[in-house]
């Protein structure tokens, strides 16, 4: 491969963070449960330190931090359990048009199961206002869930202003911050919610293990039942490798943010520069800004399919998305593309480009090298754009 350009779909395993799975398989591999002999009570121990290491690195306590097998599934069960914890106090639920799947499937079984959601809208940028979120809350709203940073065109939320909002009207609020983690600072008391998802692939971590952060006080059900494991919240024999994993890898995601911010930044920016100059009839999804996560490329290119450009870029060794790897499998274009406002024809002809912090600048010159050819190949196959040439010559 020439170039990965996927990173928000999944990323490369650190060897720093494999080395500390290691022991969880061969030495510490006791039942974290089996608490009356010492290989259970090392584990036990080794379950400790390793929610107080996750809890350290986003501001939160140890006893706030539940392990989950995926971003999907701390998603549901914030959505789910807060939704049959409090459906005494209300069943109102606020979320916005371009959530992540797993946000959107739960609040759609919850709409089945007596629930009522209100999809918000969002600008052209992706942007979802603060003031609307206030507008939309009533009498029977118990929950708000509003992505920090979305999957596709990379808009950052403004989540502090609209936690405020929540809090104010005394509303449980839930963000899905799988995208965000090591491409922003995540702090949950500066960021004011009650809940916060996260999952390990996408910083450099196993698959297979996330984490849903839930504010002391906070009342939710459980969505497995079983044993007593995470405080009895979550039943499942604790997965002390990937747990272990998940805590390495985002102790290194926040090693020099800063530093690895400004690297995704301007590979970013040279690449959104190198196509915009050189492929005419193309369109940047998402801000133009710092509103715009640190690593993510989204265009639109007239008169083309997306699934042609993956299919031509793949032969030429780069690895690339047409939007959320979860909805891969899908022939209908982008949810998120057609809330901001593109129509069907455009939306279906874009291609989104996530650099990581291990990107070079010659994978990205070397994206902006084949892609230009690639575009003007599948252009010459289309009537519409030789419709547009005879224009031109015109």
Known sequence: MKAYMDNNATTSLKKEVLEAMLPYYTEVYGNASSKFY???RVAEKANADLHKAVADQIGAKPNEIYFTASGCEADNWAIKGVAFANKNKGNHIITTSIEH????GACEF???NGFEVTYLPVDEFGRVSPEEVENAITDKTILVSIMTANNEIGT???ISEIAKVCKAHKVIFHTDSVQAIGHMKIDVNEMGVDMLSMSAHKFHGPKGVGVLYIKSGVKIDNLIHGGGQERGKRAATENLAGMAGLAKALELANTDLDKKIAHMKYLRDKLIKGISEKIPYSRLNGPADDTRLCNNVNFSFKYVEGESILMLLDMKGVAASSGSACASGSL???HVLLAIGLPHEIAHGS???SVGDETTEEEVDYVIEVLPPI???LRMM???YEEVLRKEVK
Request: cysteine-free; aromatic content about 0%; charged content about 30%.
């Open 375 to 377: 575009i003007e190949r």
């Open 38 to 40: 010492e290989v259970g």
């Open 101 to 104: 799947h797993a946000v959107l």
């Open 332 to 334: 209908d274009p982008s």
């Open 351 to 353: 291609l989104r480009l």
């Open 110 to 112: 919850l709409e089945k």
């Open 382 to 384: 289309s009537p519409l």
């Open 156 to 158: 950052v939320e403004p």
